[in-house]
Structures are given as C-alpha cells and as structure tokens.
C-alpha cells in the first residue's frame, strides 16, 4: 500500500510551502487509494511548542487535508530511537565519540584554511570507546567509507553522491537526545513510509538517511524532492512577500479550496488548465508532472481564483462566510435585510470574503465620512439640484423597489436635461461613501428608504458647506 507523511516541525505557523507539500502528499495518497500520515517532529525541544502543533493542526483541518494516522509526536517515541541506536551500535555500524566541540571547531577550520569540505575526520570510529559516567559522548553512524548511494528522485532525477563525501554524522547528542535524521529514519521505517515528498532543502540528508536504512535493512521509500516558494522577487518566500502563514490568509478572507487550487499550481501542472475541483486535482496528480524549478507565488493571481470560486460557490455557502466575517467584526445589522441579494451583487466584483463585507460596510452602519477622492469628483456643485431632486421624489415614492427608484432617476435625467453620470454617480457617492457599488437603483433599495433619503440630505448639505457655488 502507498504511504505518505508530512512530517512539519511545530516551531511556527503552516505556512504556505508547508501545506504545498502537504497539499501534494494527500493528492498522492487519495489518488493511489493509500494511506496519509501526519507526523509532528518535535525534537526541537527549545522551539517546539503546543502553540504552533495547534497552528499546523487547525491549518491542516481548513484547508481540509484529513490524515488517516496520526498526529504522532516524535517525543513519544524516545525509546524507540534509543533502542535502534543501540541496535546500530551493537552491529558496529555506529560509535560512541568524545570529540570535544573545541577540537571540532579547530579541525573546521583547518579543513577551511585548506579548501577542503568542513567534516568529521573519524577520530574515535575505531576507538571502541564506551559510555563513562560524566563523560559527555555522542553517537555517531559509520557511514560506508567507500561506494557511492543514489536514488532516482521523482523531480529531480538520479542522484548519487559518493560515500566519502558523507562524513559520520551525530545520531545521539551529548545530552541523551536523538538527532533529526535518526529520528526520521526510525519513523519511516516504523510506519513504513513508501514516498516520501518534501522540500529540496532536504535533498542533502536524504544519501545519509538511506544509509542508516540500509544499515538497519529498512525497505528504502521513494523521494520527490520540490523545490521552494519564491516571492514575486525570486527570493525566498518570507514575511515581507505578504501573508505566509495559512491561517493568515483565512483571516484575510480566503477559501481553503481557493488557496489549494492555488497552491497545487506552484510546481504542478496539468496543461493550460487553471481551476480545478479536488476531485480533478486527484485525478489527474502525478509527482512525475512536478516541477523542477521554483515557483514565484504571486498574490494577484491567488485572488484571480479566489475570485472564481466566490463567484461560482453556492450562494449560501459565500452568505454563511459572510454573516461569519460580520459576527467575527460585532457589526450589528438588521435580520430582516436581504443579505443574500447585497452578497450576490457584491461577490462577482470582489477578491476576498474580507473585500466583499468591506463593500457592504455601507449597507449596514454609518460611514464616517466620504471617500476623499469620490467625493471630490462626484459632489461637486453641479451635483446639488440633482441631488435635492431626488431627495424630493424619493420622499414622495411609493414603492421602494429598484425599478421605481430607476423611473425617479430617468425622470431627473429628463427634467434636468442631464446624463445619467451626473445624477449616478453622485447618488451612489451620497449613499455608499464611495465610488464603487453595483447599480445605483439597486444600490439604493438595498440600503432602505429611510437610511438613503438621510445619506442624499447629508450629502447636500456637504456640498452646500463645502463646494462654492
């Protein structure tokens, strides 16, 4: 049976590159009908902590990448690395080492003055040396001192590195603690991982992992390394791009299977095709069809599909994001007004969850003041009679619908002998705010009777109190 894992370590947020390999994992899985593991490798004690577990597991529940094992906690499984130590040890194909981190660091830098690649020199392999009380020892693995290991990588092809490139790496600290790649070794061959996929800054430690699983006559998995999420500048992702945390951009207002359909073209792709359900993306994955190169995470392009989902979406599926957006805000806002009919207006000209409800702001609270630059095209002294005009006629209407509030505007159009910008957009600026809103006659039924004749007076006394006549 296929198995996959991501395995993040808890020291921060999921961020995006995170669950891009999270992401391809589960697709990998789901397609193969096999079984997706979540591992949180914790070692890291110092960094690790139960904030940042709960950050992956909520980012992970979000996006919706349901494991089918786990979460395993590598800190619970201590004993179990100590014991494939000892294992290791007893076979000869690890060592106990005394090397003090003075004489390491004079021997790095001799290797340095010399030219030569910073390793270890195998100064206690052959020693024989055993565990003495207050006597500070690590573990090391005796890496084969000749041959080469290779593996073919589903991204990146055939490697092979030669065994004298790897030095004899630490596998147990000073202190007791097992190391990452003794760890991950010991998990994979544990859950008995077939793929592993993860990012191409683990292409280095993979030759040493498949040594130790070859010591250990471990079934060695298939590795597909990715390469990074650049920003739009082609340094690495970071802060300074923008959001990187997942939830950041629930926060902003993002769908899940927007920023999945999103993620899963950073490296992969099928075609010219650019949206896709998750049963397409199952379909037709294969880690064969994997980039090479880095992708570039551009935002704009993210809330290009953001856009296509909140517009092709369920209506109420974007009104219950939407009434969920407004409670998170405390805005208070009448039952009985038709917020469906405000949202479907609203969502087929904004990006986010968090733009639409911006949009409708209006709608349900008083703006404190007008745009700045809205205001200063559209109420201007021009716009007074048209604007007392239809305060006069609005009071008068008795049917408050959109067609009747058209036939008001089309009879000022008339009797002003004005165009419809004239009267249009100085309306919408006088009961939004601003400049942008869906047509003005449905604009202004939304909004209400009441709540419009009042924002057309406060509007004409702006202009007679700050427009020269």
């Known amino acids: 049976m296929i198995k996959t894992r991501f395995a993040p370590s808890p020291t921060g947020v999921l961020h995006v590159g995170g669950a891009r390999t999270a992401l391809f994992c589960w697709l990998y899985t789901r397609k193969m009908e096999g079984s997706f593991v979540l591992r949180i490798e914790d070692t890291d004690l110092e960094r690790s ?65 010399a030219k030569q690649k910073p390793r270890y020199d195998g100064c206690c392999r052959d020693l024989g040396l055993r565990p003495e009380a207050g006597k500070p020892m690590v573990v090391r693995f005796r890496n084969p001192p000749d041959g080469a290991v290779g593996f073919e990588d589903h991204v990146k092809g055939w490697i092979e590195v030669s065994n004298t490139e790897l030095d004899d790496l630490i596998i147990k600290r000073s202190d007791g603690s ?27 430690n993979t030759p040493r992992q498949i040594n130790i699983l070859l010591a250990l006559k471990a079934p060695v998995p298939e590795y597909a390394h990715v390469p990074m999420i650049l920003g739009d500048d082609g340094k690495r992702l970071s802060k300074r791009h923008g959001a990187v945390g997942v939830m950041e951009y629930f926060d902003a207002g993002y769908l899940p299977q927007a920023l999945l359909n999103y993620l899963v073209r950073l490296g992969w792709s099928y075609g010219d095709q650019e949206i896709f359900s998750q049963q397409e993306m199952i379909d037709n994955f294969s880690l064969d ?7 570039s995470f551009n935002t704009e392009k993210l809330n290009w599909i953001n856009q296509q989902y909140l517009m092709s979406l369920p209506l109420d599926e974007v009104l219950t994001l939407v009434r969920q957006r407004l409670d998170r805000l405390a805005v208070d806002y009448d039952p009985q007004l038709d917020l469906a009919a405000i949202v479907d207006l609203y969502r087929q000209r904004v990006a986010t969850v968090n733009q639409l409800v911006d949009s409708i702001d209006y709608c349900f609270q008083e703006f404190e003041s007008y745009d700045e630059k809205a205001a200063g095209k559209a109420l201007k002294a021009s716009a007074l009679e048209p604007l007392q005009r239809a305060h006069a006629l609005f009071g008068e209407l008795e049917n408050w619908d959109s067609s009747s509030i058209h036939g008001v505007i089309e009879s000022i159009i008339e009797e002003l002998q004005i165009g419809m910008g004239k009267i249009g957009q100085p309306l919408r ?14 604009t202004i039924e939304l909004v209400g009777r009441q709540r419009s004749i009042a924002r057309i007076e406060r509007a004409i006394d702006f202009i007679s109190a700050n427009v020269p006549s």
């Open 429 to 442: 600026v006088a009961v939004t705010g601003g400049s942008f809103s869906p047509p003005i006659d449905q």
């Open 49 to 113: 902590t139960p904030e940042s577990v709960q950050a992956i597991l909520d980012g992970m529940a979000w996006l919706g990448l349901d494991y089918d094992e786990g979460p395993f906690f590598q800190t619970k499984r201590f004993d179990r690395y100590h014991q494939v130590i000892d294992q290791l040890i007893e076979q000869g194909d690890a060592y106990y080492c005394e090397c003090s981190k003075q004489r390491l660091d004079a021997l790095r830098e001799q290797q340095m003055a």
């Open 178 to 204: 097992p190391t990452y790649n003794l760890s991950v070794v010991v998990d994979d061959m544990d859950m008995e991982i077939t793929h592993v996929l993860r990012g191409d800054d683990h292409v280095n």
């Open 289 to 295: 069809a994997l980039n090479r190169s880095p992708s």
